[in-house]
């Protein structure tokens, strides 16, 4: 099953936000300036064709602004929140357990950078799985279908706000 890439808002913790916040000042300040550094200091050794220090540096600067660039988009979007409460609905933030074609499943219903700080898998409101279930109440059923056109069937068997 995978995560759909439409943008839309994604449901942050305070801390998690937080969190971000801290990573994408240090990418766009002191991390930057650093990579910069090393940079310079592997152009200053020669001849660039064949300075492994430098590709490599340049490689960690690509991959920097890459993440700089995912990081202020998701800022721009996100929405902070508070802790769901534990009254079965299924919404962003909270851990679901479901059936899901006939497989017991347990994923953190919110976002990826959410569930940085566990083993579970993620799923979006906006992944197919995460719109057919988004509101949903511990022992309803729902289905969705594949892109396949394939119809999965999904029952909620338990749902419990999130505490990373």
């Known amino acids: 099953m995978e995560e759909s890439t439409v943008p839309d808002t994604t449901w942050l913790t305070q801390e998690a936000f937080d969190r971000l916040k801290a990573e994408l000042d240090h ?11 090393r940079i ?7 001849d660039l064709k064949e300075n492994g220090g430098y590709h490599a540096a ?18 721009r ?27 017991s499943m347990t994923f953190l219903f919110g976002s ?6 566990t083993d579970l898998e993620v799923f979006s409101p906006s992944s197919l799985l995460g719109a057919a279930i988004n509101g949903k109440k511990v022992g309803e059923k729902t289905s969705y279908l594949t892109p396949r056109d394939v119809k999965v069937e999904v029952a909620i068997t338990a749902a419990t706000p999130f505490h990373g």
Do not use: N
């Open 27 to 37: 990418l766009t300040g002191p991390g930057r300036t650093e990579i910069t550094e």
């Open 40 to 46: 310079e200091q592997a152009r200053s050794e020669g």
């Open 58 to 75: 340049r490689e960690e600067q690509g991959k920097a602004e890459g993440r700089i660039r995912q990081l202020t988009e998701l800022l």
């Open 77 to 103: 979007t996100a929405e902070v929140g508070e802790i769901p409460k534990d009254d079965g609905v299924v919404e962003p933030g909270m851990v679901v357990t479901a059936d899901v074609g006939g497989e």
């Open 112 to 117: 990826r950078e959410v569930g940085d700080t």
